[in-house]
């Protein structure tokens, strides 16, 4: 018996050092300097939500400084781009982790992360710019009624978080427990990777869909068919006319920003106008900001800028997502203000 207890430790002690070792190698060999969703395929990371939830603690340790922080969806991702924006803000850090699919509640979901893992007087170096366009105020009527994310997902993943967002472990330890997951997305990264080797036929269905590179978004186009179907797909999700699970989110969320001190770019993004006349989301989108703006620029550290001016059909592959040779024209078109919020941060 004695033996067996002996070996069992021996075991136990075995693993916890290969998982000392995982994550000291993830963090050295892994770990970028900045979190940029449009880069997750090429780290351990894989998605845009783990990017979002296992690399806030890259942020939260080094929140002792200014730091930009994009958040939105995926629109956000390609056309609010990090590389684009750095000439015009100098050496601050810009930080990229908005979630494709995912509506203003995801973003809410983000911030409060980021919160929870920085010192309360570390809270007002967060710059965060808010990309939202009119898809943010639709929603497939199922996730709707359960107000389910993918960052919901990713914060249950490794039991760090019970159902309904609530945290098992300190605040002062929550960076540590998400960087502990880290050894655990390895596997799937490095399958991932593997099996892309191997001619298509072979692997056909079981990596992950690809998405367009930088690149490619500037050449390739959608027949009428695929046309069609975008707008089917955004005619067949649920609206909110009133703003309740959109709009008022996000000014509570743009509130609690402001009363830590941090500054607020909200960012209207371009879209096609070809799929904003093909559904009625984009007219009750305009109604709703409508409303709601006036009450977000009353809020101290909150700027807008409506970028959807200035843009043709042909700047967007798809009617939402921009090409990314229009990405510098949106950066020309954010930068100064987001300058002056790094001016007037505290």
Known sequence: MRAMVRYLFRIVLLVLVLQAVAIALTIT????????????????????????????PLIAHA?????????GS?????????????PYLGDVPIHNISVGSEKFLAMSQIIDLLYRQTPPQNRHNYIFVLGISYPLISEDAKRRA????????????????????????????????????????????????????????????LAEEVPFT????????????????????????????????????????????SDAGGEVVIVDLPTAKWLQRATTHYAAYQRLRSAYLPQLEKIPHVRYINAEHGFSDEDFYDGIHPRNRVTPQIARIVAPT???ALKDYP
Not at 32 to 42: A, E
Not at 63 to 71: E, T
Not at 158 to 186: C, K, N, Q, T, Y
């Open 74 to 86: 995926s629109n956000t991702t390609m056309g609010l781009r990090p590389d684009r924006l750095q």
């Open 146 to 205: 359960s107000m389910h994310t993918s960052i919901d997902d990713e914060l249950q993943r490794f039991g760090i978080f019970s159902h309904g967002g609530r945290s098992r472990v300190p605040d002062r330890w929550l960076p540590d427990a998400l960087e502990a997951g880290w050894p655990f997305l390895v596997p799937k990264a490095v399958y991932n990777r593997l099996v892309r080797i191997f001619p298509e036929p072979y692997w056909f269905g």
């Open 29 to 56: 060999f892994a770990a970028p300097k900045t979190v940029d969703v449009n880069d997750s395929r090429k780290t351990i990371f894989q998605t845009d939500s783990k990017m979002a939830v296992y690399g806030s």
């Open 338 to 340: 987001i300058q002056q």
């Open 214 to 257: 930088a690149e490619e978004s500037n050449v390739v186009q959608y027949n009428e068919q695929q046309h069609q179907e975008r707008i089917a797909y955004y005619n067949s999700e649920t609206l909110d006319p009133t703003g309740a699970s959109t709009f008022a989110p996000l000014l509570d969320t743009v509130k609690r920003v």
């Open 63 to 71: 929140s002792n400084r200014p730091q930009i922080v994009i958040l």
